[in-house]
């Protein structure tokens, strides 16, 4: 089955600067890879997805990049605020397949 | 909201017990999960389902079972309750085409085994 490794686990940054998260997966069949956003005692919330018909997705301060022939795919926060601290989950799936596989999360934590 | 909801939001209970944690969903979708949340282990897949008795396990199967006989719930068992089942447990859905969408997550139960 597919593997989904996650790096750092934890990540500490100062207010304004950028954060990048990065997954890797093994299963080259794996073409849909979304991230998850968990604040604390909160459940896990979609915040941005990418399918492997393109290589890089952005929504406001969020973007994911996905290079398929390196099989990883990163989170790049810019500006960060102190909102932005929770915890990070990557997670990789395909078309037709029944579960996700989740990264074992990044904890970030922005420092004002 | 997808509308779906876990129930009870917390529960202690003694080890050797069986306990029933119940995910409730208001709108068909399909496929449904139990996941368990331990530090440093992420989420971990318990079991799944994709349609009415339809189940399969996934990675952290053993000590647990579940029942989905209604579209809209399903179960996850503790059999016998154990101090390594202290967790927290969540429930999810996929809102699109199997797991190629978004899976959206039920509040959470947290459960203490004593």
């Known amino acids: 089955g597919e593997n989904v490794e996650q790096h750092p686990s934890t990540l500490s940054v100062q207010e304004g600067d950028s954060a990048v998260i990065k997954c890797t997966y093994s299963d080259s069949a794996s073409n849909y890879f979304p991230w998850y956003k968990q604040e604390l005692g909160k459940r896990p919330q979609l915040i941005i997805d990418?399918?492997?018909?393109?290589g890089e997705k952005k929504d406001q301060r969020i973007a994911v990049t996905l290079n398929k022939t390196a099989k990883h795919f990163s989170l790049h926060i810019t500006e960060t605020q102190p909102e932005d601290s929770a915890v990070y989950f990557c997670?990789?799936?395909?078309?037709?397949?029944?579960?996700?596989?989740f990264g074992t999360g990044t904890s970030l934590t922005v420092i004002p | 909201d997808a509308g779906i909801t876990q129930s009870p939001r917390h529960k202690v209970t003694e080890t050797g017990t069986p306990v029933t944690l119940r995910c409730h969903q208001t709108e068909n979708h399909r496929y449904m999960y139990w996941y368990r949340q331990d530090p440093g282990h992420g989420l971990r897949l318990i079991h799944y389902?994709?349609?009415?008795?339809?189940?399969d396990k996934g990675e952290v199967s053993d000590g647990y079972s579940v029942s989905r006989s209604k579209t809209e719930d399903f179960l996850l068992t503790l059999e016998s309750a154990t101090s390594s089942q202290t967790s927290v447990y969540f429930c999810a859905i996929a809102t699109g085409t199997g797991a190629f969408g978004e899976a959206f997550f039920g509040q959470g139960t947290r459960l203490t085994v004593v």
């Open positions: 990418i399918r492997s018909n393109v």
């Open positions: 997670a990789a799936s395909f078309l037709g397949g029944n579960q996700f596989y």
């Open positions: 389902s994709y349609g009415v008795k339809d189940t």
